[in-house]
């Protein structure tokens, strides 16, 4: 799937985040390595070290589905500056091998980064 697709996605995703703490909803949508796509969104709760965050919420889907290999994710925040993945979704995306990560914004803008240049000492067995 094309990048601008990934991002769409993503961002109508965002529309369904729970973020009543934050107020910064975030949409995430995958491509498995075998071209299917998972989206999902995140979120938070009161105690906030149960939240999830959109990127790993839509990784374990695909997982779920028997997906262990991701292709490439896309990420939209409304309420930050920018969707950078946090450093417990970096360690996620690398786990299930992402290629890239599309930065997306609310207005459709975005930019693409190589996975290795956001975690490039990635912890591993």
Known sequence: MDERTLVVEAARALEHAYAPYSNARVGACVETASGETF??????????????????????????R??????????????????????????????????RVILGRPDGSYETCEFSSLLPHPFQL
């Open 39 to 64: 989206c999902a969104c995140n979120v938070e709760n009161a105690s906030y070290g149960l939240t999830i965050c959109a990127e790993r919420a839509a990784i374990f889907a695909a997982v779920a």
């Open 66 to 99: 028997g997906h262990t290999r991701i292709k490439q994710v896309a990420i939209v925040a409304d309420g930050l500056t920018d969707a950078m993945p946090c450093g417990a979704c970096l360690q996620v995306m690398n786990e299930f091998g992402v290629e």
